[in-house]
T-cell receptor
Framework: DAGITQSPRHKVTETGTPVTLRCHQT?????MYWYRQDPGHGLRLIHY???????DKGEVSDGYSVSRSKTEDFLLTLESATSSQTSVYFC????????????FGPGTRLTVL | GQNIDQPTEMTATEGAIVQINCTYQ??????LFWYQQHAGEAPTFLSY????GLEEKGRFSSFLSRSKGYSYLLLKELQMKDSASYLC???????????FGQGTTLQVKP
């Protein structure tokens, strides 16, 4: 199994509070991704990173920011959480793009009240 | 636009064969993946197709037709543990991003 962890695994927070989710990998893979998964929508890309300090937006990036100061860590921040951001968040890593499979972390279940 | 379609739910009987279809329309194509996801768990890799044809891996096979924008996942000798969601995903060549379908929830009954 790819060495990828997410923290926290579960979080309940209130509307308007900031939240940071962490993804940590031990595989030294270049690419890291944040997805959210909701019923009826499948997995949707929020942001991704193609190297340290190199990030780009996905299809549902509004309300989220990311940072990658080290190869092994990719942080997802909700600056002011809203109830619409209640979801399961998955981090994924891959050594390259296009032909390389993505390995997924265990997920973080976030509830915004 | 980018669009990937899969049936939402399927039901099959233990020991039988089931085919899960996936059709896609994307800007560019660099390969198609199938992932399996059990409830409450992370997706795990099943197969990858980039050329037309059938790829067989044990009880699971995946087929691709690029000209038709079509793929299917074939599961043989179904077992109860195959009850899961199956996700079709396409690498869009223009974006370098993996685009997922909504997933097909398969229920295997005794």
């Amino acid at each position: 199994d790819a060495g990828i962890t997410q923290s926290p695994r579960h979080k309940v927070t209130e509307t308007g509070t900031p939240v940071t989710l962490r993804c940590h990998q031990t595989e030294n893979h270049r690419y890291m991704y944040w997805y959210r998964q909701d019923p009826g929508h499948g997995l949707r890309l929020i942001h991704y990173s193609y190297g340290v300090k190199d990030t780009d937006k996905g299809e549902v990036s509004d309300g989220y920011s990311v940072s990658r100061s080290k190869t092994e860590d990719f942080l997802l921040t909700l600056e002011s959480a809203t109830s619409s951001q209640t979801s399961v968040y998955f981090c994924a890593i891959s050594p390259g793009q296009n032909s390389d499979e993505q390995f997924f972390g265990p997920g973080t279940r976030l509830t915004v009240l | 636009g980018q669009n990937i379609d899969q049936p939402t739910e399927m039901t099959a009987t233990e020991g039988a064969i089931v085919q899960i279809n996936c059709t896609y329309q994307t800007s560019g194509f660099n390969g198609l993946f199938w992932y399996q996801q059990h409830a409450g768990e992370a997706p795990t890799f099943l197969s990858y197709n980039v050329l037309d044809g059938l790829e067989e891996k044990g009880r699971f096979s995946s087929f691709l037709s690029r000209s038709k924008g079509y793929s299917y996942l074939l599961l043989k000798e179904l077992q109860m543990k195959d009850s899961a969601s199956y996700l079709c995903a396409v690498y869009s060549g223009n974006t370098g991003k993996l685009i997922f379908g909504q997933g097909t929830t398969l229920q295997v009954k005794p």
